[in-house]
């Protein structure tokens, strides 16, 4: 075959049962922050989720492991005091944890009191490593 007829059909024939069943392209793949770890939680949101104080306290005791969460939204989850003061127990071994929600929650004074004397584990952010000041 001569060389343009090659080029034509390679380059410019469209065949219009093939261009009828032509699937679309796939969309572009999510692409993750180089500053995220593949396989790790950073943020975990468990607005109105109604975990109570024995979620609380279970999910204080994951606090103590974590070592990639920054964010955590807790609100609306029927957490009270004792909840409140379980979570406090946590948050000094969680040395990554930034954000912490838990708006419409009745905490009361003994549990923001509980919160407030949390002992505050050296944070950092991860662009400047310079660290950040203890909430409250």
């Known amino acids: 075959a001569k060389p343009e007829v090659i080029r034509f059909v390679k380059y410019k024939y469209r065949c219009d049962a093939c261009a009828a069943s032509a699937k679309p392209k796939p969309r572009r793949r999510a692409a993750i922050p180089r500053t995220y770890a593949f396989n790790?939680?950073?943020a975990v949101d468990l607005f109105r989720n109604s975990v109570g104080n024995r979620g609380a306290t279970a999910i204080a005791e994951a606090l103590k492991a974590t070592r990639t969460l920054r964010s955590?939204?807790?609100s609306t989850n029927r957490i009270k005091a004792g909840?409140?003061?379980?979570?406090?127990?946590g948050l000094?071994?969680?040395g990554t944890?930034?954000?912490l929600n838990l708006g419409a929650n009745a905490i009361g004074a003994t549990?923001?009191?509980a919160?407030?004397?949390?002992p505050a584990s050296p944070r950092s952010h991860p662009c400047s490593r310079a660290?950040?000041?203890a909430p409250g």
Do not use: R
């Open 40 to 42: 790790k939680i950073v």
């Open 72 to 74: 955590l939204n807790l």
């Open 83 to 89: 909840g409140a003061e379980a979570l406090a127990s």
């Open 92 to 94: 000094g071994h969680c």
């Open 97 to 99: 944890l930034t954000a």
């Open 111 to 113: 549990g923001a009191a």
């Open 115 to 118: 919160l407030a004397a949390a």
């Open 131 to 133: 660290p950040l000041a």
